[in-house]
């Protein structure tokens, strides 16, 4: 099994510029969760889905960040226009049904100049 | 404010000491997990405890949820220098396993 995958691991980018990070979660997993970690803030809960629908995204920041889940192996996490203040490690994680546990990728470490 | 408070922060201790780290709140969860993170890399779940005053082992691990399942503790025997990383605790209070991360606790075990 190849774990969740993210993908890039790294971004480094102007602000206001666009940044899509993408995520491939475990094949037969039907729940997926998007996390944002800084020191500040620890680990924070952004947005996830059941079935490839968006059940809680109160962890969202704000208007500038929006995700997707086309279909059962990919999600899309996008800022647009990016800011300092976004900079970040973003992880991805998938989980087979409630109570299973949760399986992370290795993340995206963002950094907005 | 953060929901769960891990203390304590840092944790810098010598090859085979025994340490605990705390995770404390207010509010009652349905479950709680601990997880360990390792730099450059996702957490890795190490166990979930649900019921009040439960207890589980994992290896040197001891993991305690309190009575009333506000808290929780990880007990670690003779650490080794593989123990070293950030761990996590997570709670669920709505019953509906979206767990909320605790501030973590970030334990060097020098050789």
């Known amino acids: 099994d190849a774990g969740v995958i993210q993908s890039p691991r790294h971004e480094v980018t102007e602000m206001g510029q666009e940044v899509t990070l993408r995520c491939k979660p475990i094949?037969?997993?039907?729940?997926l969760f998007w996390y944002r970690q800084t020191m500040m803030r620890g680990l924070e809960l952004l947005i996830y889905f059941n079935n490839n629908v968006p059940i809680d995204d109160s962890g969202m920041p704000e208007d500038r960040f929006s995700a997707k889940m086309p279909n059962a192996s990919f999600s899309t996490l996008k800022i647009q226009p990016s800011e300092p203040r976004d900079s970040a490690v973003y992880f991805c994680a998938s989980r087979q049904q409630g109570n299973q546990p949760q399986h992370f990728g290795d993340g995206t470490r963002l950094s907005i100049l | 404010t953060q929901l769960l408070e891990q203390s304590p922060q840092f944790l810098s201790i010598q090859e085979g000491e025994n340490l605990t780290v705390y995770c404390n709140s207010s509010?009652?969860?349905?479950?709680l997990q601990w997880y360990r993170q390792e730099p450059g890399e996702g957490p890795v779940l190490l166990v979930t405890?649900?019921?009040?005053?439960e207890v589980k082992k994992l290896k040197r691990l001891t993991f305690q949820f309190g009575d009333a399942r506000k808290d929780s503790s990880l007990h670690i025997t003779a650490a080794q220098p593989g123990d070293t990383g950030l761990y996590l605790c997570a709670g669920d209070t709505s019953g509906t396993y979206k767990y909320i991360f605790g501030t973590g606790t970030r334990l060097k075990v020098l050789a």
């Open positions: 405890v649900v019921t009040g005053g």
């Open positions: 094949s037969g997993h039907n729940s």
């Open positions: 509010s009652v969860f349905s479950s």
